[in-house]
């Protein structure tokens, strides 16, 4: 059932935002060279590997300079027009093709790195055991400034509590923290890895 709705939300909010992420694309290629979408491999359910999809807010090839992975307050390599998608979370459009795919669902963990998951307790990775989302439990309960620990842990809170009307929940916070301009997925992320 899950899945179904996942399948719902994901097709009509693509056919709703298609303008949108058209106006988007549009003004990432007239800023700067380089792909408009930014594609980097994460860890799904179970540990399996999956390449998300964003549009692209840095300068190509951000990786390999400044903070590499982390992103800093001010960071200079993500480009004026990724700003203003970082802050309505807009760069976010793209995971719908991945919850399509189904690769993501509309509410689950973050999906993080390799290098990441690496470095879990055996606690910290049953929050492989559900399908990573677009947006969740520890997005809507003060991502930015929590620790990566205390995110994990509100996590795994999900996993074990999770149900519907749990989703619908976050689902509409998430949507109240969207139309108010706080976006999820903030540009000034100093304590945790680039999302």
Known sequence: MNRALDLLIAGLALVVASPLLAICAL?????SRGPVFYRQLRVGRDGRPFELW??????VGAESQG????????DTRITRVGRLLRRFSLDELPNL???IAGDLAIVGPRP????QVDRYTDHQRRRLEVRPGITGWAQINGRTSLSWPERIELDVWYVDHRSLSLDVRILLRTVRMLVTGHGLYSSDLTQGWKD
């Open 54 to 59: 964003k549009l692209r807010t840095m300068v």
């Open 27 to 31: 003004a990432i290629k007239l800023e």
């Open 112 to 115: 993080t790195v390799q290098v």
């Open 67 to 74: 903070a590499g992975l982390y992103i800093e307050h001010r």
């Open 97 to 99: 093709f991945n919850v």
